[in-house]
């Protein structure tokens, strides 16, 4: 729903930068749209279902006709999440693909840099996830626009909201960090670091039994612990802490606070 609202954001842009005397879509060439998002690695789990809302979003608005009589194309690109093959990227979608306006963009560093080439050729360009401030206050220009709030914004509420939680320490665990929970019981969230994937079983086995023994099942002389990565959690309703997890393993160990060396490493 986000990806479709971002694009129907988009159409309208288009409608008012295009003009407002539709044609029959056989008698025009299509509005082409470049898409532009780090496709690999930690940014995918984000990208990947961004370019499908969008893909999705344009076979709804064709199915309907397009705008002003037009359909909307989209050319993808990945600008492997830096700056360079952003702005290469971006230069050869404007210049030889002839597209009519940019989208995307989750890095922060790759959305300044391809704002400078929207500037330059005087093309529409809608940030829809990267989250940097600059983009439209210290750098911002007239062909620069956003969809989502910026790190000042989410930082200030973030902040507003933390303030009221009896917590003193914060950590911020990334899509590929390992996420414990005990099984079926209520307890603490463990997180072990783990961002290239290679954690080994002596840690993998600590942390678990970090997570069995600060849990209801502290007691118990076995227990079972959700094991996955933290992309495959999200928040659930029904009160604080609660979640939903998409796919995990489960680990039997015995619950056991491993002389805090665990805690201290993370």
Do not use: C
């Not at 044609?23 to 780090?38: F, L, N, R």
């Not at 993998?204 to 959690?233: C, G, M, N, W, Y």
């Not at 680990?251 to 606070?257: E, I, Q, T």
């Amino acid at each position: 729903m986000k990806r479709l609202m971002v694009l129907v954001g988009f159409v309208l842009m288009v409608a008012t930068v295009l003009g407002s005397a539709p044609a029959p879509a056989a008698a025009q060439e299509p509005i082409k749209i470049g898409v532009i998002y780090g496709l690999g690695g930690s940014a995918a789990p984000y990208t990947k279902p961004a370019v499908t809302g969008h893909e999705m979003a344009v076979e709804e608005i064709n199915g309907k006709g397009g705008v002003l009589g037009r359909k909307l194309q989209l050319v993808v690109r990945d600008d492997q999440s830096k700056p360079d093959v952003g702005v290469r990227e971006a230069r050869d979608l404007i210049l030889k693909e002839k597209v009519n306006f940019l989208t995307g963009i989750i890095h922060s560093g790759v959305a300044l840099a391809v704002s400078e080439v929207a500037k330059e050729y005087k093309t529409m360009l809608l940030v829809s996830i990267a989250k940097t401030a600059a983009l439209t206050e210290d750098k911002g220009h007239r062909y620069a626009f956003r969809s989502a709030s910026n790190t000042l914004i989410e930082g200030r509420a973030a902040a507003i909201l933390m303030a009221q939680q009896p917590f003193k320490r914060f950590a911020v665990a990334g899509p590929e960090d390992l996420w414990l929970h005990a099984r079926d019981v209520p307890g603490a969230h463990v997180i072990l670091r783990d961002p290239e994937g290679r954690a080994g079983a002596e840690d993998l086995r600590e942390a678990a039994e970090l997570a069995a023994f600060f849990s209801d099942a502290r007691a118990q002389p076995q227990a079972d612990v959700h094991v996955t990565r933290r992309k495959h959690v999200r928040a659930a309703r029904g009160g604080h802490g609660r979640v939903r997890i998409a796919h995990s393993d489960t680990l039997r160990v015995a619950p056991r606070d491993p002389e805090g060396r665990l805690r201290r490493r993370l």
